[in-house]
């Protein structure tokens, strides 16, 4: 019961940013711009695709031609994209997070942890490895839960938020602990916060799965985790 009134009060303060910090807002414009860009454009290849295999005109036996299956196609084609935003969204956050991590901590910290002492900026490369690092490892893990998914269909939206909520608490935790704990401190931390970081992944994965909200997830993501960090790190230095 803890750990989600901590996760309530984070995710409140991350909102709060949202709201009134130009820095915080800057990223999460940002990311919003790249990620409904990216989606787009698998929207705009899956319509030249459909163009390029299905025709324009369909003979149906007693009607006739029938001349409007471009425009059918084209709603159906919308909602197939909601859905499969609903998907691409976990692998979208992935890259996200690599790109925008270290903007968003920053301004997080700036905020509600001022004074701590200052840190090298990680490099566009090393941002760059880690969300493909990262993106390999959600599209692998969610190809393997695939078959889970179709076995047990009705459990399937469970299935993924807990497999996804797992890895993203675990990446975002860690990137975010790296950059002042390093990996092997970030990976002690991990471990012993194992419990209360799933819930926080599991809890972001959740909204991941509902189209347009899960445009600014990612953000709230990082800021919420960050706030985490701060806490289990001050929690371990008073030995609790």
């Not at 471009?70 to 709603?75: K, P, R």
């Not at 938020?161 to 390093?182: K, P």
């Not at 600014?216 to 030995?239: D, K, N, W």
């Amino acid at each position: 019961m803890g750990h989600a009134v901590t996760l309530f009060a984070d995710l409140g303060r991350a909102v709060s940013q949202m709201l009134s910090d130009g820095r915080f807002l800057r990223v999460l414009l940002w990311s919003v711009a790249l990620t409904f860009l990216a989606l787009a454009a698998v929207f705009w290849a899956m319509m030249i695709l459909l163009g390029l295999v299905l025709p324009e005109t369909v003979v149906l036996p007693f009607v006739g031609e029938v001349t409007f299956v471009d425009n059918l196609l084209s709603v159906a084609a919308i909602g197939v994209m909601l859905a499969l935003s609903v998907v691409l969204m976990v692998p979208a956050a992935a890259v996200v997070v690599g790109f925008f991590l270290d903007s968003i901590v920053s301004a997080v910290e700036a905020r509600y942890h001022p004074g701590l002492p200052e840190i090298e900026d990680v490099s566009i490369g090393q941002q760059v490895v880690d969300s493909l690092r990262f993106f390999g490892l959600v599209v692998v893990a969610n190809l393997f839960a695939l078959v889970i998914y179709l076995l047990v269909a009705p459990l399937a939206p469970f299935i993924f938020w807990i497999v996804n909520g797992y890895l993203l608490g675990r990446e975002y935790f860690t990137l975010v602990a790296m950059r002042r704990l390093g990996p092997d401190g970030a990976r002690r931390l991990w471990k012993r916060n194992l419990p209360q970081i799933w819930l926080a992944g599991t809890a972001m994965t959740v909204p991941l799965s509902v189209p347009l909200l899960n445009l600014i997830v990612p953000v709230l993501g990082v800021a919420v985790f960050t706030h985490q960090f701060h806490r289990m790190v001050r929690a371990s230095e008073y030995g609790a």
